[in-house]
């Protein structure tokens, strides 16, 4: 009897590992060297390893975001910088423990420290995941600046007659930055799936503008992608120009950035604002340097002015966040993607200890945190650290910064004063 069944688990093992090999030399490998199409060969990759960082051929093809000359960061002359090499050596030991790739740290505005690991260095690009979207932010700002859009109150379907004749009609463009449009994110993961639809799709246009509405407009959070993407269709539409050649032309050439990469969903389609640009590591933290200074970089207003103050304005759905960026309002100890979801989450061990943070969040413990009033740019890149915590670093370096400075609170400097001194320069 026994031996019975174990010729019968041996002839059914056959069939199982044979009916595997037909559909690895039927699907799989042509799929994942793109024989059956764009989608095809992005579902395959991401079988292959974490669909939340797939390999880099899975974001072709990509639209060039053209950058312009770099302007070099001035760094601090070893014996100058303030800050305790002690703190250094603690922070880069554990940003190592975390599997980073990198961490850079900019104090008024110079390279006070880089640290780069598993062989990166400042040019090497990576995928920005949910970083990319405070792009769209920006680029709405810019929209409203030029008078393509009227205000970030307007109804989005002003740009998007699929939504004028249903309850979608009342999702303002603030709602769709604040995360609060009230979009229905749903994450089955298989073929066909809507989910993948708007991630691998051909036609993310259509996917996500096809999102229906789980709660009123304005009332309930939720950081899910179609939000930051629809907003940046509402850019395309409103100033009629592809929105890599308006980054481009407002952002990422006045700063000086190296060229970028945006995912497209398919060749001249539309790229993604939800996710995934490649660009140089180090960028980001001029980015970050531009948004801490009230858009001023290097005596330029790159950024429209006010409109940062617009962007970390606590939204009525989340007080701790404002226009697709992180804010530090209120300490709470697991910060949540999605209240209604329990998984989805990071730690926050502490309060900040300087209440004017703001930051950005990606995939993978991508993070880039703007501390004003220590006038501290820290930016991380990396895979998921195995014990993130959102308040290890910024606390770090606050803290460091105060044991030197010597500066009482009415005498730290806000945004405004960072952003008049940037516009009084002619170097950042």
């Known amino acids: 009897m026994l031996k019975r069944i174990l010729r019968g688990l041996a002839k059914t093992g056959k069939w199982i590992l044979i009916v595997i090999a037909v559909i690895g030399i039927l699907f799989f490998l042509p799929a994942r060297f793109g024989w059956y199409g764009i989608y095809a060969k992005r579902y395959a990759i991401s079988l292959t390893g974490n669909p939340m960082s797939p390999a880099r051929a899975w974001y072709d093809p990509q639209e060039l975001v053209a950058g312009g000359d770099t302007i070099p960061l001035e760094a ?5 910088n303030p800050i305790d090499p002690a703190v250094y050596r603690e922070a880069a030991t554990w940003a190592g423990q975390q599997d980073s790739d990198s961490l850079v740290v900019l104090y008024k505005g110079r390279l006070a420290h880089a640290s780069y690991f598993n062989d990166q260095t400042a040019e090497s690009e990576f995928s920005t995941h949910s970083l990319t979207k405070v792009l769209t932010s920006i680029m709405v700002g810019h929209a409203i600046a030029d008078g393509h859009m009227e205000s970030v109150d307007q109804p989005a379907a002003d740009f998007l007659p699929e939504w004028d004749t249903d309850e979608r009609r009342a999702i303002t463009v603030r709602d769709l930055l604040n995360m609060a449009g009230g979009l229905e994110e749903t994450f089955a993961f298989y073929p066909g799936s809507a989910r993948l639809a708007r991630t691998m799709g051909t036609d993310i246009v259509t996917a996500n503008l096809d999102v229906g509405i789980y709660a009123p407009p304005g009332t309930a959070f939720s950081h899910a992608n179609p939000n930051s993407q629809v907003a940046g269709i509402l850019v395309e539409r409103a100033t009629g120009k592809r929105f890599a050649d308006y980054l481009s032309e407002k952002l990422w050439a006045p700063l000086g950035l190296r060229d970028g990469w945006l995912l497209l969903d398919r060749e001249d389609g539309m790229v993604h604002t939800d996710c995934c640009m490649w660009t140089a590591i180090e960028d980001w933290a001029r980015i970050g340097q531009a948004l801490m200074q009230n858009g001023c970089y290097a005596g330029q207003q790159v950024i429209p ?15 701790n966040y404002g226009m697709q960026l992180w804010l530090g309002t209120s300490h709470e100890p697991l910060r949540k993607y999605d209240p209604g979801i329990e998984f989805m989450g990071n730690l926050h061990s502490e309060p900040f200890v300087a209440r004017d943070v703001f930051f950005l969040d990606g995939a993978g413990d991508q993070r880039l945190y703007m501390i004003p009033s220590r006038e501290l740019v820290i930016l991380r890149t990396g895979k998921d650290g195995p014990e993130w915590d959102d308040a290890v670093l910024p606390n770090l370096f606050t803290v460091a910064v105060d044991s030197f400075s010597g500066q009482s609170p009415d005498t730290w400097p806000t945004r405004a004063d960072l952003n008049a001194a940037c516009l009084n320069s002619t170097a950042t």
Do not use: L, R, Y
């Open 76 to 80: 601090w002359p070893e014996a100058d």
């Open 305 to 319: 002015e006010g409109w940062v103050d617009e962007m970390t304005k606590p939204s009525a759905a989340n007080e």
